[in-house]
T-cell receptor, first 114, second 114 residues
Framework: KAGVTQTPRYLIKTRGQQVTLSCSPI?????VSWYQQTPGQGLQFLFE???????NKGNFPGRFSGRQFSNSRSEMNVSTLELGDSALYLC?????????????FGPGTRLTVT | AQSVTQLGSHVSVSEGALVLLRCNYS??????LFWYVQYPNQGLQLLLK??????LVKGINGFEAEFKKSETSFHLTKPSAHMSDAAEYFC????????????FGTGTRLQVTL
């Protein structure tokens, strides 16, 4: 099976702009989670989607949003970008509907905000 | 709230030596625990997971971890380090149920020297 794919891999944006990142989960996986990784804050959970519904949400401002499509592909959007949004954004998919989240991660999208 | 603490942000071992990466958890309920590895410019790869079936868990690449409830620990070990083990390692905890998410430790960078 193909792994989790994320596009684009690298992105440079300017403060105030918005950005959309895409994630295609492993075939058959219905749960998709997003994480932000920065040197200062480490790995932080953004949100999780299951069957097109947001099932869990981390402690991030409303500028961060996401959605999931009927084919389980997911997008996350960050509006009004700030310098502090520069990070590696990781997407992970999981086959489970409940219980331990054995998550499979994509390579990430490296976002640089200037 | 569940959390994990990784002791030591950097660990250096000689090739062939024992690898020991420490992780302590805090959870009011029996947790699910994971170790992930991240190579440069890549996403996270699952090494192993504890889901209460057995206290000694064997993972990929010769790694294993032992769940010790009395010590609230889940340390990662490998009998003999290889140069290819150099990477960053993350311990993570997850609750149960549909609203569970992964909470990561701050990571330990493993250096392997000749």
């Amino acid at each position: 099976k193909a792994g989790v794919t994320q596009t684009p891999r690298y992105l440079i944006k300017t403060r105030g702009q918005q950005v959309t990142l895409s994630c295609s989960p492993i075939s058959g996986h219905r749960s998709v989670s997003w994480y932000q990784q920065t040197p200062g804050q480490g790995l932080q959970f953004l949100f999780e989607y299951f069957s097109e519904t947001q099932r869990n949400k981390g402690n991030f401002p409303g500028r961060f949003s996401g959605r999931q499509f009927s084919n389980s592909r997911s997008e996350m959007n960050v509006s009004t970008l700030e310098l502090g949004d520069s990070a590696l954004y990781l997407c992970a998919s999981s086959p489970q509907t409940s219980g331990p989240l054995e998550q499979y991660f994509g390579p990430g999208t490296r976002l640089t905000v200037t | 709230a569940q959390s994990v603490t990784q002791l030591g942000s950097h660990v250096s071992v000689s090739e062939g030596a024992l690898v020991l990466l420490r992780c302590n958890y805090s959870s009011s309920v029996p947790p699910y625990l994971f170790w992930y590895v991240q190579y440069p410019n890549q996403g996270l790869q699952l090494l192993l997971k504890y889901t209460s079936a057995a206290t000694l868990v064997k993972g990929i690449n010769g790694f294993e971890a032992e769940f010790k409830k009395s010590e609230t620990s889940f340390h990662l070990t490998k009998p003999s380090a290889h140069m290819s083990d150099a990477a960053e390692y993350f311990c993570a905890v997850s609750g149960t149920g549909t609203a569970s998410k992964l909470t990561f430790g701050t990571g330990t960078r493993l250096q392997v020297t000749l």
